[in-house]
């Protein structure tokens, strides 16, 4: 799987060069050695795996991000995508959010959109999310995550398959977020999947 299109360094936001394309997944690609030299701790817990992955299952399948609650790293995972989730207004807690990053880089905005799906968010006492622990320095989270790649803010709501120049982003995302069953109204809500939909615990 390769980057399409105009390529962004998912550090800094400025243009990147094909040259500082990662040569082992092809996913990711930096402004200069320096981004690239930031981000390697963080690129490569995903990075053997990509380049590795097994076929798509079917063409229901996209490729998402899973934080288990009990390992040190994520993981990538080939799963059916959730519904085309609805923009509903109700203040209820749900355990899918449909949350938009935007950077501005020299005068231009540069549009991230991602689908935050909770598992076992009914829980009473959910597990401290280690591999979220482990990456986003700071960060806590209860329970797992999975995290799929929505088309673009204001779009339909296709979903897409995530790259690893996204990892970075989502680890900022992650890190600036509050706890979110406390800030629920701070968030687009979407319509919420059935409980636990893939059984990741």
């Not at 970075?168 to 509050?178: F, G, H, S, T, V």
């Amino acid at each position: 799987m390769r980057i399409t299109g105009p390529s962004t360094c998912s550090v800094c936001y400025d243009f990147a060069s094909t040259k500082l394309l990662c040569g082992s997944c092809k996913s990711i690609a930096y402004c200069s050695p320096k981004c690239q030299k930031l981000d390697w701790s963080l690129h490569k817990t995903l990075c053997k795996e990509f380049a590795s992955l097994s076929p798509r299952p079917s063409k229901c399948h996209k490729l998402a991000f899973y934080f288990p609650v009990d390992f040190k790293y994520p993981k990538l995972e080939w799963l059916q995508c959730p519904r085309t989730p609805q923009a509903q207004s109700s203040d209820e807690e749900a355990d899918e959010l449909l949350l938009r990053k935007d950077m501005d880089h020299k005068g231009n905005t540069i549009e991230s959109s991602f689908i935050f799906c909770r598992g076992d968010c009914l829980d009473n006492d959910p597990k401290l999310n280690q591999s979220i622990i482990s990456v986003a320095k700071g960060a806590h989270w209860n329970g797992p995550l999975v995290i799929f790649r929505k088309h673009r803010p204001g779009s339909s709501s296709t979903i897409l398959d995530v790259v690893l120049a996204d990892f970075p982003i989502i680890i900022k995302m992650i890190r600036q977020l509050p706890p979110i069953e406390n800030n629920s109204k701070r968030y687009e809500v979407v319509k919420p999947m059935s409980q636990n939909k893939w059984g990741f615990h």
